[in-house]
């Protein structure tokens, strides 16, 4: 079955901390990944998204992820976090035509001064 | 990119009641699609919607609950029918990006909806 795992549901750092959030997926086709992050009150907005080649991609405000095949893997990362980084996020993966996505249930990022 | 405005934001619903929630895009696109973020939960696509034909449902979701109308390449309303507190979900509208950015979903910012 096509799934995504993001197995921590909350995760506090404090401010100019370094961030792992972690993302598994299981999908029968060569996959799309996305990572969206979804402030309070606002829709999703896209951070980044990897359809092929380097396995290290890079997004806005200063978040990358990994594309891991061999560990189903699709880990975002920030190397300093800033206290407007709280929010909730989603690894998504998709087959890159339909339009359809499949969501992991999130993970909510607290961010201590 | 792709601009998307929902109407309403968000509303409080008696049950039993239908709700209408309208999206609009800036510009022409093949499908929209209609998901589902139940409170504290993820996104759950419920349709997509084409101009000119009926949606296509996902598992679980059907047209008598969620009616969808796409009359043109810019717009399409879900209605939410014979609601009941289950049914209180933020639902977004979204467009797939185009060229490169294909596979890429660009959301609205979400209709809250609480049925009482």
């Known amino acids: 079955a096509q799934s995504v795992t993001q197995p921590d549901i909350h995760i506090t750092v404090s401010e100019g901390a370094s961030l792992e959030l972690r993302c598994n997926y299981s999908?029968?086709?060569?996959?799309?990944l996305f990572w969206y992050v979804q402030s309070p009150g606002q829709g999703l907005q896209l951070l980044l998204k990897y359809f092929s080649g380097d396995t290290l991609v890079q997004g806005i405000k200063g978040f990358e992820a990994e594309f891991k095949r061999s560990q189903s893997s699709f880990n975002l990362r920030k190397p300093s976090v800033h206290w407007s980084d709280a929010a909730e996020y989603f690894c998504?993966?998709?087959?890159?035509?339909?339009?359809?996505?499949?969501f992991g249930q999130g993970t909510t990022l607290q961010v201590k001064p | 990119s792709a601009v998307i405005s929902q109407k309403p934001s968000r509303d409080i619903c008696q049950r039993g009641t239908s709700l209408t929630i309208q999206c609009q895009v800036d510009s022409q696109v093949t499908m929209m699609f209609w998901y589902r973020q139940q409170p504290g939960q993820s996104l759950t696509l419920i349709a997509t919607?084409?101009?000119?034909?009926?949606?296509?449902?996902e598992s679980g979701f059907v047209i008598d609950k969620f009616p969808i109308s796409r009359p043109n390449l810019t717009f399409s309303t879900l209605t939410v029918s014979n609601m009941s507190p289950e049914d209180s979900s933020i639902y977004l509208c979204?467009?797939?990006?185009?060229?490169?950015?294909?596979?890429?979903?660009?959301f609205g910012e979400g209709s809250r909806l609480t049925v009482l």
């Open positions: 999908y029968g086709a060569t996959p799309y």
């Open positions: 979204s467009v797939e990006g185009r060229g490169g950015l294909a596979g890429e979903l660009f």
């Open positions: 919607a084409n101009q000119g034909s009926e949606a296509t449902y």
């Open positions: 998504a993966v998709g087959s890159g035509n339909t339009g359809k996505l499949i």
